[in-house]
């Protein structure tokens, strides 16, 4: 039997065990499904603003014009908002703020939802979308292929109620109001679609809601509820307001445009 030097013998079996490993790593890589598969992306904010100081002051005063009239001590108050109870400040936050004047009530609220997916398979911004979509499909908007008839606006009557049809719930249609006096001595155009709809140019995607609400009170109530979303995170925001004269009724028209600008405020605020 020829002789094999120590050094050749465990070089050899050294060379042996390092394919056998090489293989089976292979044969491992090989395999669908096990090394390749990843997690979703998560969102694209992991943290929320602080909501009482979101909104910059000079925008509080222009929401909140009643304030102004309040003595120094109770605007910076006013103007301090009420944060919103929640358990999880990471994933939700929210703040209110409210004015009384002896001709009009005015009120802000704002709430942001941080959406996170616990499906793997399921981005945050996904499951974002399928939240947002809920929200939108709760509002019940009307159709845009269904433009306001001109012929079904009515002014309001002799006692400055609306006129026209109030839903089963004692809101009534914006549309039906939009030719109204309203309580800045302005009147919206019939022409202005002011009905609830999509906004197009907000976010990734919005909708407005607006309504009008004078079953139960003698005074008129009109609240007009923006939402939005950005990546994974929801943004409502509610403005309201209710003068003390029956005969007057909140400004469809001022109201929306302020939401609106509000809600490009925060976009870009999301933005920085």
């Known amino acids: 039997m020829a002789y094999v030097p120590g050094a050749v013998l465990i070089a050899a079996l050294v060379a042996g065990c390092s394919a056998g490993t090489e293989d089976d790593a292979s044969a491992t890589d090989s395999k669908p499904g096990t090394l390749t598969a990843s997690a979703a992306p998560p969102g694209k904010y992991l943290t929320l603003p602080e909501a009482c100081r979101a909104i910059p002051l000079a925008t509080l005063k222009d929401l909140l014009p009643g304030a102004a009239q309040l003595p120094e001590a109770q605007q910076e108050k006013v103007y301090e908002g009420t944060p919103a109870g929640t358990f999880d400040t990471d994933r939700r936050v929210g703040c209110r703020w409210a004015s009384e004047a002896p001709d009009a009530s005015r009120g802000i609220a704002i709430d942001f939802e ?34 306001p008839d001109d ?122």
């Open 151 to 272: 012929a079904e606006k009515e002014t309001p009557s002799s006692d400055g109620s609306p006129t026209g049809n109030a839903n089963a719930d004692g809101k009534t249609d914006p549309a039906d109001t939009a030719g109204a006096t309203t309580d800045g001595g302005t009147a919206s155009s019939p022409a202005e679609n002011l009905r609830p709809r999509v906004l197009d140019k907000l976010g990734d995607s919005a909708f407005l809601d607006d309504s009008l609400t004078s079953a139960g009170s003698t005074a008129q109530h009109r609240t007009v509820r923006v939402v939005f979303r950005t990546s994974n995170v929801i943004v409502t925001i509610e403005y309201t307001a209710q003068p003390v004269l029956s005969t007057e009724v909140p400004d469809s028209k001022e109201l929306q445009e302020k939401a609106q600008a509000l809600g490009e405020k925060l976009v870009d605020r999301f933005s920085e």
């Open 114 to 147: 941080r959406v996170v997916s616990y499906d793997p398979a399921v981005s945050d911004d996904d499951r974002a979308r399928e939240v947002y979509a809920k929200k939108e499909d709760a509002a019940d908007l009307p159709s845009a292929s269904l433009p």
